[in-house]
């Protein structure tokens, strides 16, 4: 196994931790295993993409009035917002991560692929509008792009309410903090 930068203090050394000979983690899991060795708060730091691979980077957490601001539009769009019912579709390549994520100012919700959840209208439209480019290359010519495809595929089961959401968004939420709450208890 590779070793790491070292990088142990609470404020960060780095904005971006990879392996000790500088080049990024081969696998999500790897880096995910380096910051869970180096018990690195997910508040504080997350994996995600870096040149070739993964890296631990630190989440910058910057509170002003402003964001304050943009938190209480969120809320008031979420209060009167439509909600449907959706299924993820699974993982259709290595890269993917087990869960959706969808942020939108600054708020984050997760949802569980291969099981019917409820998003509000905004989310969708995240998800809607979550493409990467698809490029085809042919012998002795140029790689060309050839289309979109959504990163967040989803099938509509239908519309749902608010209460609903609430509802289904608490159980999420306790299910969540039990799972972190697990995986940060010694064995």
């Known amino acids: 196994m590779s070793q790491e ?19 990024p983690f081969e696998t999500r899991q790897g880096a995910t295993l380096a910051m869970n060795n180096k018990q690195l708060s997910p508040e504080s730091y997350c994996v995600g993409e870096y040149k070739e691979g993964f890296a631990i980077l630190f989440r910058k957490q910057v509170v002003t009035p402003v964001l304050a601001a943009k938190h209480d539009s969120l809320n008031e769009t979420l209060a009167n917002a439509e909600y449907f019912r959706v299924i993820f579709q699974q993982k259709s390549n290595h890269n993917d991560e087990m869960d959706v994520r969808l942020a939108l100012n600054g708020t984050t919700l997760v949802f569980r692929r291969g099981s019917e ?7 969708k439209e995240i998800a809607d509008h979550a493409v ?9 010519q140029s790689r060309k792009l050839t289309g979109k495809v959504l990163t967040h595929p989803y099938i509509m089961m239908g ?4 209460e609903d959401y609430i509802a289904l968004k608490q159980s999420g939420d306790i299910a969540t903090r039990n799972e972190i709450q697990r995986a940060q208890t010694p064995v």
């Open 159 to 162: 519309v749902a309410t608010k």
């Open 132 to 140: 990467v480019d698809k490029h085809e290359q042919q012998p002795g």
């Open 117 to 123: 959840t409820i998003i509000p209208k905004a989310y």
């Open 5 to 23: 930068q070292n990088t142990n203090s609470q404020e960060p050394q780095n904005e971006v931790i990879v392996k000790n000979d500088g080049s």
